[in-house]
């Protein structure tokens, strides 16, 4: 069996998660960075204060109690954190009966998701996984993915985020448009962004782009500068 990997819209979803000790803490703030609808989360135990600081977001809710067969209800993701297993492995029967997506934080073989170890820069995410052979391997790879793509990669990704409607707004052939992208995606503009070198970052974007393009050059780099 291999897992599917894809990125979820998740802001119309509710997610709930069984269990916020030190493992659904930190389901729960990936959950909170992708912005769901709503998260519900319970446990038997008093909220810690690590729990608390999270509860400070709206779409979040933790209530005190047991979990229940009828809290699975118009979830679309089930996170089973707990440190009971009989517990877990209940939630995730009743996520089986129910066709409801569950990670089952002690048993990926009951589980029907992953969660990878995940990487930012803006727009850019990466997510990896080790199909649960070894999360300390994937947290390895996690630390060496964020010193080889540091945080220039956030206006990298902006700026070629906001010049591909213009370039495809020109109608030239694909594969002309294609030449540029790679051109200026395999070119030195992270280098030149990580020195703080905006005099060549406009050089860059000079040479790469046509010149009906080069007055928008102020724009691809707003908030940039
Ligand atoms: C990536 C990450 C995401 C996240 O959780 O946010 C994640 N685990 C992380 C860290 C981590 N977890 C554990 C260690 C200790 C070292 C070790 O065990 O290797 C470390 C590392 C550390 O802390 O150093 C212990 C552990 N993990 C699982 C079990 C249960 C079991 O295997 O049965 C046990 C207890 C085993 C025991 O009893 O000892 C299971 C899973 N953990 C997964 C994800 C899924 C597979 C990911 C993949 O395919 O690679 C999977 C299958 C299910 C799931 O949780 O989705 C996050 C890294 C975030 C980052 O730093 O970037
Ligand atoms: N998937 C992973 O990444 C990963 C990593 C480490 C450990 N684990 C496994 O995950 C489980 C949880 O680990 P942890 O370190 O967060 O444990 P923890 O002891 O810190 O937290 C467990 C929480 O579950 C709560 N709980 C217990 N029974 C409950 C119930 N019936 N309903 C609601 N809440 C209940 C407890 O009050 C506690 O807050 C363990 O089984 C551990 O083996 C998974």
């Known amino acids: 069996m291999r897992h599917y990997p894809a ?18 803490l930190r389901k729960i703030t990936t959950l909170l960075s992708a912005g769901p609808r709503e998260i519900c989360v319970l446990d038997l135990g008093e909220a810690s204060k690590e729990l608390l600081d999270l509860c400070a977001s709206p779409s979040l ?11 699975l209800k118009g979830r679309t993701l089930v996170f089973a954190c707990t440190n009971n297993a009989k517990v877990n492995s209940h939630i995730a029967e009743l996520c089986q009966k129910h066709g409801t997506l569950c990670n089952i934080a002690d048993a990926p073989d009951k589980s029907t998701f ?23 391997v994937s947290r390895r790879i996690r630390m060496e993915l964020e010193k080889a793509l540091g945080p220039e990669y956030e206006p990298f990704v902006a700026i070629m985020g906001r010049l591909r409607p213009l370039i495809l ?3 030239l052939p694909t594969a002309q448009n294609t030449t540029l992208f790679r051109q200026l995606a395999l070119g030195p503009l992270p280098e030149a962004l990580r020195e703080n070198d905006m005099l060549r970052v406009r050089d860059l974007l000079s040479e790469a782009l046509p010149p009906q ?13």
Request: with cysteine; glycine share 14%; aromatic share 4%.
């Open 169 to 171: 707004n020109l109608g």
């Open 7 to 24: 990125f979820l819209n998740l802001s119309a979803c509710s997610c709930l998660v069984v269990g916020a000790g030190a493992v659904g």
């Open 114 to 136: 992953i969660v990878p170890a995940s990487l930012k820069r803006g727009a850019l995410v990466l997510a990896l996984s080790t199909g649960g052979a070894s999360p300390a």
């Open 213 to 225: 393009l080069h007055s928008h050059i102020g724009e691809l780099l707003d908030g940039i500068e």
């Open 61 to 71: 809710h933790f209530e005190q109690r047991e979990f229940d067969e009828s809290d």
